[in-house]
């Protein structure tokens, strides 16, 4: 067992880690810190930097934007719709008009209000799916990579295999053999087999960060290991574990869409995937109702674009390098004029 | 050497674990296959013929001899009798729709990962301009577009309306496997959609992968002396840079195959390809337990498989991995 978890944690993933570690430039918050950069006069000062740096950041703003209006619809407009989505509304494939604002699907239920409806499962499930996964990710990278030795080998074997186990094909074993698979049993589900990425990069973290001087000095200080781990290590995690937070709930609202399309997920149940499974099970496309396809679709794919552009953000504020260069004009100026290579950018 | 043995060893580890997650699934699960099989009769069978499906599920004897013989059944590729396609076993059913499935995520993956990659470069040498602010981000956002509904319009588009191309199946029904021109092609000529299908959903994680690992290239010593000797732009860019850069690309591709073999179900289902996506669903419907388990037994297997060679191919490209 022991030789096989050595195996696991030399692999090459982890020495491209340690290669990108070693060559981490400080990050953007770090420079302002150190440097101590006034920062523009405004509203954006009175936050604290990590905040600040994502909150003026372009398409992580937008991103966020996006997500809020999608999370205030599905909470929001299914008050103002006189429908119940599971019942009938109206007669088969009414288009879009004046009574159902979507149109109705083939069953005559009101398209409006099971996007909305379906809204409120598809994003519990993906958010509820996203956070699990990112969190027992946190737990175990951060315990890997701060008690080292042999915790550090048996876990990072796990974390490896739950890697290379292809995640869909293992879901549909399980969610066949429970009778019908509700939100809550793929949510679940997602979740126990989705926490492979942010395990790894968090541990990786956490090795570079155990051996930096304020850890060794809480440490020395005869600080307790838990505290340590809560006080110290956890707030530098932060963006890392938004950044598995946001992957996380984007593969689990696609991997619920996928899994009720093909018809594992339980049919009665309303979430964008099962609209997409009952609209091309009733032909939706074929006799021309659009309407019926559309909405669910369009919800997914704005959902995913805007917590894609928040990826985008979390990502340059981890590694700055990645910005385009324009954004950091300021910083290098100010290097400059003090003599200091602006190379890091 | 070295560094491949213990690869395989892990590999080994992995599978076994898969087996070992096979075998306990269903057996921790409310009412294992043969029980729910045993209940849909309405107690309409006598002490025998319980017997009888209980052993052709295994599940008599102790826990422990019932996981001996599992893992003797895998070994032999012995995964039972379909339910589905009776009397077919099986292994030939997973075997002919891998096949199928092979063919359409092995078009699609390798031109993701050419164009994601060449994308890639050309967004990270050029970074911040026109290109790389424009296209990076909508080419990620397409990687969020879940393959269902990619698949749906594409099938809507050119199958329905236009109907440039097929409405489904994997070869024209008039024809016979053969290594001919004409069957090739028209095998092509089918995978067409489905192909584009999974291609639209996948080169965008390429080319953000890509790009970051160059970016983050770009400010080395390496690179930095490249061009201070006077290289061509090109030359730096692809045999300094790029040559570089790929390594994890590789890496990250054998752990996308079983994402992308995921991606193929639902694509599957949509252009009723005969891949293994499509019989998995059939599966699902007629509650096929036996297929089920296997298809997720040979998924595993090729992820492995992939993962392997792009440990070989790791050790080609990159000569410290020889020495160490």
């Known amino acids: 067992m022991a030789d096989i978890t050595q195996t696991a944690s030399s692999s090459l993933l982890d020495r491209l880690d340690d290669a990108a570690l070693a060559s981490a430039a400080p990050s953007q918050i770090e420079l302002i810190r150190e440097l101590r950069i006034k920062q523009k006069p405004g509203w954006t000062s009175r936050l604290s930097p990590s905040v600040a740096a994502f909150v003026t950041n372009k398409k992580g703003m937008i991103g966020v934007i996006i997500l809020l209006a999608m999370i205030l619809f599905s909470i929001l407009a299914p008050m103002f719709s006189e429908y119940n989505p599971h019942r009938r509304a109206g007669k088969p494939h009414v288009a879009p008009g004046y009574e159902h604002v979507l149109g109705t699907t083939r069953m005559g239920k009101d ?192 959902t995913g674009a805007a917590l894609v552009m928040i990826n985008f953000a979390v990502d340059e504020i981890t590694n700055p390098q990645l910005k385009a260069s324009r954004g950091i004009g300021g910083i290098k100026r100010f290097l400059r004029s003090r003599g200091r290579s602006a190379d890091v950018f | 050497m070295l560094y491949i043995l213990r690869r395989v060893a892990f590999y080994l580890a992995a599978f076994f674990v898969a087996v070992t997650l096979n075998f306990f699934i269903p057996r921790i699960m409310p009412g294992d296959p043969s029980a729910r099989i045993i209940a849909s009769f309405q107690g309409r069978l006598n002490e025998a013929q319980i017997e009888a499906i209980r052993a052709s599920y295994g599940t008599t004897g102790s826990m422990w001899e019932q996981y001996l013989s599992y893992v003797g059944q895998v070994m032999r590729m012995d995964f039972g009798i379909s339910t589905v ?149 090109r030359r730096v860019r692809y045999r300094y840079v790029a040559r570089n850069a790929i390594l994890p690309q590789i890496t990250s591709l054998a752990l996308s195959v079983g994402f992308l073999l995921g991606g193929a179900l639902v694509t599957e289902q949509v252009f009723n390809y005969p891949g293994l996506g499509k019989f998995t669903v059939t599966a699902i419907e007629s509650r096929d337990y036996s297929f089920i388990q296997a298809q997720l037994l040979l998924l595993t297997m090729s992820v492995l498989v992939a993962n392997f060679l792009s440990d070989i191919a790791n050790v080609v490209l990159d000569p410290r991995l020889r020495k160490g």
């Open chain 2, 85 to 233: 396609q009776f009397p077919e076993p099986t292994s030939s059913l997973l075997f002919y729709g891998a096949t199928w499935t092979l063919v359409l995520v092995g078009i699609a993956i390798t031109f993701a990962f050419l164009i994601g990659t060449m994308m890639g470069i050309h967004a990270a040498w050029n970074r911040g301009g026109f290109f790389d602010s424009v296209f990076t981000p909508i080419n990620v956002m397409l990687n969020a577009f879940t393959p269902a509904v990619v698949a749906l319009l594409l099938f809507y588009a050119f199958s329905l309306q236009l109907q440039w191309f097929p409405l489904g199946r994997a070869h024209s029904t008039g024809l016979s496997p053969n290594w001919s021109f004409e069957f090739i092609g028209n095998v092509l000529y089918h995978a067409t959609l489905p192909v584009l299908s999974i291609l639209i959903v996948s080169f965008g994680g390429w080319h953000l992968g890509m790009r970051n690992v160059m970016i983050n290239l770009l400010n080395e010593d390496f690179v930095i002396l490249a061009r201070a000797k006077g290289l061509s732009d």
């Open chain 1, 111 to 302: 398209v409006y209000t099971q996007v909305a409806y379906g809204g409120r499962i598809s994003l519990a499930v993906g958010f509820g799916a996203g956070i699990a996964a990112a969190v027992i990710g946190l737990a175990i990278g951060i315990s890997a990579g701060y008690f080292g030795g042999r915790v550090d080998d048996i876990l990072t074997f796990f974390v490896n295999v739950v890697l290379v186990l292809p995640g869909l094909p293992l879901i549909i074993v399980i969610a066949s053999l429970v009778d019908s698979a509700g939100p809550l049993v793929i949510g679940i589900v997602l979740a126990l087999t989705g926490w492979g990425w942010p395990a790894r990069t968090i541990r990786t973290q956490t090795l570079s960060l155990r051996t930096r001087e304020f850890v060794l000095s809480a440490e020395l200080m005869g600080e307790k290991k838990w505290r340590i781990i809560f006080k110290e290590i956890f707030p530098n995690m932060l963006s890392f574990f938004m950044g598995g937070l946001v992957l996380g709930t984007i593969s689990a609202i696609l991997a619920e869409a996928a899994l009720s399309f093909i018809g594992l997920g339980d049919p009665n149940a309303v979430t964008w995937g099962t609209m997409l499974y009952w609209a091309q099970n009733n032909m939706a496309l074929q006799t021309g109702a659009w309407w019926e396809i559309w909405p669910p679709a369009v919800a997914i794919m704005l």
